[in-house]
């Protein structure tokens, strides 16, 4: 009895919560459906930046990639950031994460 007692309880806590294959450098966020037709779930993301320049006065754009529970790229968009927000970057990403999950109305993890 105490065997099958075990194992229904490794099984439930098996099945209860799937495991998200991580993409390297993820922000995980929380599951928000990017496309209602294909049922395409954002578990996590990830975002490049690129424009950035050393005029003050023009922002940068980002290329962000969105990624399933398994890891897979389900979309993909580009996210302009302004350059009051680059201004304040310095040597922490945390400024541009809250940027980007802002804009896609998305919640960090």
Known sequence: ??????????FIALSSKAQ?????????VQPLVVNA???????????TAFG??????VGCNTYVQFYDRKGNAIHQANCP???????????????IDKYILFK???TKK
């Open 104 to 106: 896609f109305g998305l």
């Open 52 to 57: 950035l320049t050393r005029d003050t006065g």
């Open 1 to 10: 009895m105490k065997k099958i007692l075990f194992v229904a309880l490794c």
């Open 37 to 47: 037709l294909q049922k395409d779930t954002v578990y996590q993301l990830t975002w």
């Open 81 to 95: 950031i302004p350059w009051d927000t680059v201004k304040y970057w310095g040597t922490d990403d945390a400024i």
């Open 20 to 28: 998200i294959d991580t993409v390297k450098g993820a922000i995980l």
